[in-house]
């Protein structure tokens, strides 16, 4: 971790060349790093998330998933084809400075400002293939 401005930062910025102001999303929505301790995080995955660097995102206990109605469309032998709506039953309310981590499967339905998922993408994996650690958060728009 390294100190800016006396505000912890988490990690590094992506395009650091000290031209946002505090506060304010960096390019392509990415968050300025020197705040990131200001905001509130709430974790509605039933996982703790670490970082990289080493800090941890404790499950809240809420888990926020996506919810499904299926109708099947084609019936096959073996197989049926569904058509599935995906929905998601009761959103947290929105707060200022709060980001909520959630699944990239509800980050990609929900599209809201404050959901941020784990960047499973980059992630660091042991030998059996589970994640260690990922490297920060992604947002979908």
């Known amino acids: 971790m390294k100190k800016y401005n006396n505000v912890k930062v988490i990690g590094e910025c992506w395009d650091c060349r000290g031209c946002y102001e505090v506060g304010?999303?960096?390019?392509d929505g990415m968050l300025c790093p020197y705040d990131v301790e200001?905001?509130?995080f709430v974790n509605l995955t039933p996982h703790s998330i670490v970082l990289n660097e080493g800090d941890i995102f404790e499950a809240s206990g809420e888990i926020l998933r996506l919810s499904q109605q299926d109708k099947v469309v084609v019936k096959m032998a073996n197989f049926d084809?569904?058509?599935v709506k995906q929905f998601i039953e009761e959103l947290p309310e929105f707060v200022e400075g709060r980001y909520y981590i959630v699944s990239a499967m509800?980050?990609?339905a929900a599209k809201r400002e404050d959901f941020i998922s784990p960047d499973t993408a980059n992630a660091i994996r042991n030998?059996?293939?589970h994640i260690i650690s990922v490297p920060g958060f992604v947002k979908y728009i």
């Open 81 to 83: 084809i569904k058509e």
């Open 127 to 129: 030998d059996r293939g």
């Open 38 to 40: 200001q905001r509130e």
């Open 24 to 27: 304010l999303p960096a390019q």
């Open 106 to 108: 509800v980050n990609q």
